[in-house]
């Protein structure tokens, strides 16, 4: 029997943790503190949703 091709391969994480690095970026961000809160939750739903959607 031949063995499992075991390459290694690209980090199936990539884009997610990609993704939430520039979302805390814009979360920390000075323009993101004058967002209203109403803003500031929509903003969290909107990306929140597109991360969990790069999950693997």
Known sequence: MEPYD???TADPF???TSF???LV???TAP???RLAHHD???LL???GRLL?????
Do not use: C, I, K, M
């Not at 969990?52 to 693997?56: D, I, N, S």
């Open 45 to 47: 739903n909107v990306q």
């Open 52 to 56: 969990l959607r790069l999950a693997p």
């Open 25 to 27: 970026d814009l979360l």
């Open 6 to 8: 075991t390459a290694s």
């Open 31 to 33: 323009e993101s503190g």
């Open 20 to 22: 939430f690095s520039t």
């Open 40 to 42: 500031l939750e929509e």
């Open 14 to 16: 990539a884009a997610s």
